[in-house]
C-alpha cells in the first residue's frame, strides 16, 4: 500500500502531461490554419476553378455591362424588357465608344446575324447560327440581341426596324427553346439601335463570325444587322 500513492500520482501526472500535450498540439493546429489559409483542400479549389469567369470580365468591362442591365430591365424585377437608343444613352450613361467596347471582346463567343437592307426577316443561315449560339451558353447568364439599322433613311423609320430585327431573333428564340425554358425571356437582353447610334466599321465583317459566309459585307451590310451572344461574367 505505501507504493499506491506515488504510483498513483505518477499516472496522474502522466494523464495530465498527454491532455496537456493534445490541447497543445491542437492550439498548435488551429494556429496554423489561421496563419495559412490559402492551403485548401484541392477538391475545393477546383469546384471554385469551375465557375471561372472568361477574361473579358474585367472591372471596366462589367460596369459597363451592369448599367446596361439596370437600364434595360434585366435585373430581374422589371416589367420592361429591352432598351432603345434613348434608354442606353441616358438611363446607362453610356457614350458610343463604351457601347462598342462592351461587344468587342465577345468576337469569339458572338455572331452578326445579317439582313437583307429594309428587312427585318431572318434568312436561313441567320437561323443556324442563332441556333449554335444559343445552345451554346456554358452556363452563361444573360443572352444579348443587339439589332441596328442602315445609316440611310429617315431615323423613325430605321429604329422601327431595328426594333422588328430584335423582335425576329427573340420571336425565333420562344417558337424554338420555350418549351425546353419557359423563363427564356429573363435570360434575352434586347437592344434596337438606330443610325443615331454608335456605326461599326466593315472590321466586325472579319473580326466575327457572321451569317453570309462567302457574301460581300460591309460598312452598310454590318449596321443592319443584330449582334448576338452570351455574357459570361458574374455580377
Known sequence: MKHALPLGLLA?????????GFVHSEVRAASKRLAEPAR?????????????????????????????????????????RGCQPADVKTLASISDDDFNALFTPLAQRGAILLFDDASEKLDEGAKKLLAERWEDRRGARYFFV???????????????????????VEIFLQDHYKSQDPEI????GMLWLGKEFAQLSKGYCTDWTHSRPGKPCNDEAINRSAFISWVDCRL
Open 185 to 188: 425571356d429573363k435570360k434575352l
Open 40 to 80: 485548401k483542400d484541392p477538391a475545393l479549389q477546383a469546384a471554385v476553378a469551375d465557375h471561372t469567369e472568361a477574361p473579358y470580365c474585367t472591372p471596366q468591362f462589367k460596369a459597363v455591362l451592369q448599367r446596361v442591365i439596370n437600364a434595360c430591365g434585366l435585373g430581374g424585377q422589371e416589367s420592361r
Open 146 to 168: 443587339v439589332a441596328r439599322a442602315s445609316r440611310t433613311g429617315a431615323a423613325d423609320m430605321n429604329r422601327a426596324l431595328s426594333h422588328k430585327r430584335a423582335n425576329s
Open 12 to 20: 496522474g501526472a502522466v494523464s495530465l502531461g498527454s491532455a496537456l
